[in-house]
């Protein structure tokens, strides 16, 4: 009997024990994130686990305004209550409801500004566990009912950083000038020898992380460069570099000269870069080979060729590019002529001399005066247009000055013309000597010595002594005595007068 009464007493204890602790079993929990970046919202579920039954909930909600705010609160379905913000207090009401019990989702927000890195959300509470004769509100909560209390609940939120300023940045571990984490922009220059640089840089908040450092390739002239700080919470920053390297390469992209085939343009000027140039009979595009020289030495050229070669205009091209890669383009109108060409002179004369000039005559012969030489002037005419013909003569005579230095007796000037069909034909003007006798000057000679010695005969007769008169009359009288005598004849007349 007395061992009955042990266990039915140890049953009682452990009913009463049983339900003495399911009344104290009450839990306060908020599920949700525990980690939040500044400016972020926090989502929090406010649950009550009760072995009883509760009709109303009266809860306290603690935290530090400098880390989160309350933004908003969104009662669970089937409970009813307070949700004003303005307060820290609110009442929920749950008609009797046991078990796991949603009262309501509260909303945070993280305060973008903070610099804390954790913040707590604590949350305490009153437990209506009887029927209160009137619906609980915060200044009337629970009125004649059982009231409980609820251990206070804490929340660790972790306040992710959104620190994403740099601390510094070094190129080739050189920490650059005037460096301010709060000043994005910065412009540097290199030499121009600098074609490579290290750009290292150092987050101030560990959690940080940096994107877009290394060894960087320069470009001559302006290199722009992106930094990105990425903060813990997300956020980004972008620091912009931007890296001039000088250029001190030349920007030369013109030609001294272009060759074609062996022959250089004519009348070649560096600034005009547009050329007609006349072929014979070219049947390929690799017939025409061009040659240039850059006008300056670190200067490059790439040629542009025409796919075929028709008949008339084809255009070829000339790139020149420059040291620093500037671009210069010289166009060829290659011209295709498939005509005979006649290397035959229409028109040729000589200032000061006389030449009796024929298309098909190819020497002459000219005497030569040094007084006309420097004043020569060779003035010719070819029978094709001059694209078709090129003439050179073996004295340049228009360049020459003081040609009768050059120039002497017996030596030949040869007219050469080529056409574009590599055939030539000469012309010979052949100075010689003139040792012909000058007639006039000759008669003019013999005209001089008569006269020279009439005057001569009369100086000396002027200057003979006077005879006596004695001697004159002797020489009367014998005269006197001849006529008399006998008749004279025109050979004693002669002798007479001798």
Known sequence: MNSIRKKVCLIMILLLTTLIVKADNITNTLVGKNQVSPGETLSLDFNVNSTSSIYSYKVTVTYDSNDVKLVSINNKEGVTGSNNINSNTFVFNTNGTSGSISLANFIFKANKNTSSKNTTIKISGLACMGNPSETSTESNFCKNA???????FTQNISLKSNNNFLSTIKLDNEEISN???TETDYEIAVESN???????ATSEDSKASVAGTGKKKLEYGVNNFNISVISESGDTKTYNLKITRKDERKSDNYLKSIIINGKNIKKFETNTLSYKVYLYKITNVDD????????????TYKIEKPKTI????????????????EENTYTLKVYNIDKEISKKLELLS????KINFNKNTNRYEVYYNKDKIDNLKIIYKTQEKSEYVDVTMSIDVDKTKNLSRLLKPNQTITITIEGIDGKKEEYEIY???DNRINFFAFVIVIIIIILGIVLYKKIKDKNMPVKSNKQ????????EDLFATKELTNEDLKRIRR
Do not use: M
């Open 146 to 152: 059982e009231i409980k209390q609820v251990g206070e």
């Open 179 to 181: 460096f301010s984490k």
């Open 194 to 200: 600098v074609d490579k640089i290290t750009i290292s």
């Open 288 to 299: 025409v080979k061009i040659e240039a020289i850059t006008s300056d030495s670190q200067a």
């Open 310 to 325: 028709v008949k008339g205009e084809n255009i070829y091209k000339i790139i020149v590019k420059s040291e620093n890669g």
């Open 350 to 353: 000589l200032s000061g001399y």
């Open 431 to 433: 100075f010689k000597k």
């Open 472 to 479: 004159k009359e002797i020489k009367e009288e014998t005269e």
